[in-house]
């Protein structure tokens, strides 16, 4: 399986992730959740891997525009729901490997994932 890169292209972290899969010659498929969605399967699976806590970006410019009801009281499906309405809210980016996927970017977690 070719492993699939979710994220939004002009994402800094997105970008640092493509530079660091070309430059060890792996090769990925480029997935923009911000132009064609994400389907909640993709997303329960997330969350039932690393927690809504790790896939739900509380830190970015979306959710913190939010009002006080939407981040209040905040579950697994709460987090979904918001995700499929905003995917901007997803933590960025998610590499799918197959059997596992990594959220965020950190180069020893890749190099690790791909045995280096």
């Known amino acids: 399986m070719t492993p699939i890169l979710y994220g939004?292209?002009?994402?800094?972290?997105?970008?640092?992730?493509?530079?660091?899969?070309d430059q060890h010659g792996r090769a990925f498929a480029f997935h923009d959740y911000k132009k064609s969605g994400i389907d909640r399967?993709?997303?329960?699976?997330?969350?039932a891997e690393h927690g809504?806590?790790?896939?739900?970006?509380?830190?970015?410019?979306?959710?913190?525009?939010?009002?006080?009801?939407?981040?209040?009281?905040?579950?697994?499906d709460k987090a979904i729901a918001l995700m499929l309405a905003q995917p901007s809210m997803i933590k960025r980016p998610v590499l799918d490997l197959g059997d596992r996927?990594?959220?965020?970017f950190k180069?020893?977690?890749y190099a690790a994932a791909f045995g280096l």
């Open 8 to 21: 939004i292209p002009n994402c800094d972290t997105v970008k640092k992730a493509r530079v660091w899969l």
């Open 41 to 47: 399967a993709s997303l329960e699976g997330w969350v």
């Open 52 to 76: 809504w806590e790790v896939v739900l970006n509380t830190k970015g410019t979306t959710f913190r525009a939010l009002d006080a009801a939407d981040k209040s009281g905040i579950d697994a």
């Open 101 to 104: 996927t990594i959220v965020g």
């Open 107 to 109: 180069p020893e977690t």
